[in-house]
């Protein structure tokens, strides 16, 4: 897999509009989602703000269900192990989608 080489999060939402990185960067323009009739661009601009944290998370989930299903996945690591990846995965993943949607 390669490594992403987008611009790093966490990305916020603002004016409405505008999705910033840490710096300050401006990463996109949802032209009209500071708009209370805009219930979709709002949500499209969460989305997008919320990128970064669900590449994030989606990557540990591949990561846990891969250790999990190798062929030596019973040798190479412990129940225990492997329910703590899962249980790190799923916690970002809930986290990366009420992002995305709140």
Same mark, same amino acid.
């Given at each position: @897999? /390669? #490594?992403? &080489?987008?611009?790093? /999060?966490?990305?916020?939402? *603002?004016? /409405? !509009?505008?999705? !910033?990185?840490?710096? *300050?960067?401006?990463?996109?323009?949802? *032209? /009209? =989602?500071?708009?209370?009739? $805009?219930? $979709?661009?709002?949500? &499209?601009?969460?989305?997008?703000?919320? =990128?970064? !944290?669900?590449?994030?998370?989606?990557?540990?989930?591949?990561?846990?269900?891969? @250790? @999990?299903?190798?062929?030596? =996945?019973?040798?190479?690591?412990?129940?225990?192990?492997?329910? +703590?990846?899962?249980? $790190?995965? $799923?916690? #970002?993943? *809930? +986290?990366?989608?009420? #992002? =995305?949607?709140?």
């Amino acid at each position: @897999m /390669g #490594k992403a &080489t987008h611009v790093p /999060g966490p990305w916020t939402i *603002r004016d /409405g !509009d505008f999705i !910033d990185a840490p710096d *300050r960067l401006n990463v996109a323009h949802v *032209r /009209g =989602a500071h708009l209370p009739h $805009e219930p $979709e661009l709002q949500a &499209t601009a969460r989305l997008i703000a919320a =990128a970064p !944290d669900l590449l994030a998370a989606l990557t540990l989930c591949q990561s846990a269900l891969a @250790m @999990m299903i190798a062929p030596d =996945a019973i040798q190479s690591s412990t129940v225990l192990n492997a329910f +703590a990846q899962a249980t $790190e995965a $799923e916690a #970002k993943a *809930r +986290a990366a989608i009420q #992002k =995305a949607v709140a």
